[in-house]
């Protein structure tokens, strides 16, 4: 091992074990989140017909039921009850002894695709909880690639969860990294455009490259061509080839399925510019899909992919969009990739002088969805009335218009875009950086509102993917310091249980087919290592999957769950 923790050590180290199992290296599974090819193929032995029983299974139907047994056949529920009856020949059955089970975790609003095509063996960190998590989760990373081979986290983490509160949040040094990854370089890069740090091996690369790197290891940020957006595009030049890509989003859907995501309805990525002022969220926007479709086409996808393409031109007659609704096929695909609408972005800016209410009428003449996001306490405002004037032309109301985020969202608005028949796309993301005055989505309120309403994460630049910190952010209102910040907002476990599941069906129009553990819908649910009902709050970030299934499938598999 050349000197290096061994991941095995690793395991076996109390609270940093739960660490990197969080992050999916935990067991052997059929779909470890860092394994060399990232899953099986097609007709493999998890394949035929599968029963689960003496579970606690939460079906999330419109009952709520609670079951114990389930089966699965030809990638569907066929029973949903207290037993399953003589399940057939061939069928495999596994003894859950009493875990908890749910549906399998739809995200509504993610940028899985970007995660996919990050550059060298992207390792989130966003379950670390301090320096010495970081130094654990990259030597397990580390054990499992070739010497020298890049280790990177580029966004979806924030310095504020790396040190515990009382002490000044940091990242992780250069000699801290060293002694983490001796062989491998390191580079650490937090949201769109830094600050990031690296270590000996990472420096050098840098430096040699005309990068200014401090001794601590630490690389500046900033939007433009900052140092860091020097470094970042380094790596993308040296390490990106199709192939690097494809492992990539292997790795990037395995780790989601380590936690339980299933689903992922991707929103797409900035328009990249080639150059090193590309931030984190910018990416070839007609070609990032690619290694994704190819990977389905080699029987590899184990989880769903659902497809947005973003729109952010600043041209009234926005040329791109109009190519797209004239040459792209809506909800087009099959059950494990399909294409959806228009989104996160259908212009730019909001306002009246912006090409947004342009590029709204042209998406509702055309019969798409559309989704937008809201940061401020005004944007929300100039989208609502502008779908509002839309509407009046080409009617949406069938249409399934979303908005995302909505920190500021007032009552109002909300029942306006209700009676346009749209829905809200939730996210926990102030988890990492959020203050009291910085704070929303107004989850209560937006909940007792009836409008339809879904959880997603955002992640992989500005928020983490996992979404048991985001439920842990919405049912307690704490942020990644332990302060408490929504305060008044807080919902029940079983109603943002139900966002992650049953109801964000709504917002992939596929609410018959996924969200619920139900005889005819497609077969994905997650076994939890923890009862998510009644752990206590602080363990919420901590719940994984021990078994994963998607489309009747055994996706990931630490080998606990029969235990």
């Known amino acids: 091992m050349n000197g290096r923790i061994s991941r095995r050590n690793v395991l076996k180290t109390g609270a940093a074990a739960g660490v990197v199992a969080a992050v999916g290296g935990a067991g052997a599974g059929r779909a470890a989140a860092f394994g060399p090819s990232g899953g099986g193929s097609p007709g493999g032995p998890d394949d035929g017909p599968l029963a689960l029983v003496n579970g606690r299974i939460h079906t999330m139907d419109a009952d709520n039921t609670v079951a114990r047994a389930v089966s699965i056949r030809d990638g569907r529920f066929v029973t949903v009850g207290n037993d399953v009856g003589n399940p057939g020949p061939g069928t495999r059955t596994i003894n859950l002894r009493g875990r908890t089970v ?190 994704f479709l190819s990977v389905h086409e080699d029987g590899e996808l184990l989880a769903r992919l659902r497809i947005n393409f973003l729109h952010m031109e600043s041209d009234p007659a926005t040329p791109e969009l109009v190519e797209r609704l004239r040459n792209a096929f809506q909800f087009f695909g099959d059950d494990f990739v399909r294409t959806g609408g228009i989104g996160e972005f259908i212009a730019q800016g909001t306002g009246p002088s912006s090409p947004f209410l342009a590029a709204a009428r042209r998406v509702a003449e055309a019969g798409w969805r559309a989704e ?42 909300v029942s306006r875009h209700q009676a346009l028949g749209g829905g809200l796309s ?79 069906g709504w917002f992939l129009r596929e609410e018959d087919s996924l969200g619920t553990i139900e005889p005819g819908k497609l077969a994905d649910l997650v076994v939890l290592n923890e009862d998510y009902f009644t752990v206590p709050d602080e363990r919420l970030r901590r719940i994984r999957s021990v078994l994963t299934v998607a489309g009747g499938r055994i996706v990931h598999e630490t080998g606990e769950a029969g235990r």
């Open 102 to 291: 749910v549906p399998g975790i739809i995200d509504n609003h993610n940028h899985i695709v970007l995660m996919g095509n990050r550059p060298g063996f992207h390792t989130p960190l966003e379950n670390a909880a301090s320096i010495s998590d970081v130094q654990e989760i990259y030597a397990a990373r580390g054990s499992g690639i070739p010497d020298g081979g890049w280790i990177t986290t580029i966004g979806g983490f924030h310095i504020n969860h790396l040190v515990p509160p009382g002490e000044t949040p940091r990242f992780p040094t250069l000699a801290e990294l060293d002694e983490a990854v001796p062989d491998n370089p390191a580079y650490i890069s937090q949201s769109f455009s830094g600050p990031s740090t690296t270590n000996s091996r990472g420096k050098a690369f840098f430096e040699g490259r005309g990068t200014p790197v401090g001794d601590d290891g630490s690389i500046a940020g900033g939007f433009g061509t900052s140092p860091t957006g020097q470094a970042t595009f380094a790596l993308r030049q040296t390490l990106l080839d199709f192939e690097a890509r494809k492992r990539g989003a292997v790795d990037a859907l395995n780790y989601g399925l380590g936690l339980g995501v299933t689903t992922h309805l991707d929103q797409g990525a900035f328009q990249t510019t080639g150059t090193a002022s590309d931030g984190a969220a910018h990416e070839d926007n007609f070609a990032m899909h690619l290694p």
């Open 372 to 413: 937008v996001h809201s940061l401020s306490t005004t944007d929300f405002v100039n989208e609502i009335e502008a779908f509002e004037a839309v509407n009046k032309e080409f009617p949406i109301t069938d249409l399934r218009w979303v908005v995302a985020h909505v920190p500021f969202i007032t009552e109002e608005y």
């Open 426 to 504: 939730l996210t926990g993301w102030r988890y990492l950086a959020g203050s009291p005055s910085s704070n929303g989505p107004p989850f209560r309120m937006i909940v007792d509102s009836g409008i339809n309403a879904g959880m997603s994460s955002d992640g992989m630049q500005i928020a983490p993917m996992n979404p048991w910190i985001h439920m842990y952010y919405a049912t307690t209102g704490l942020n990644a310091r332990g302060v408490l910040i929504n305060d008044g907002q807080q919902i029940s476990r079983e109603e943002v249980l139900r966002l992650y599941t049953r109801d964000n």
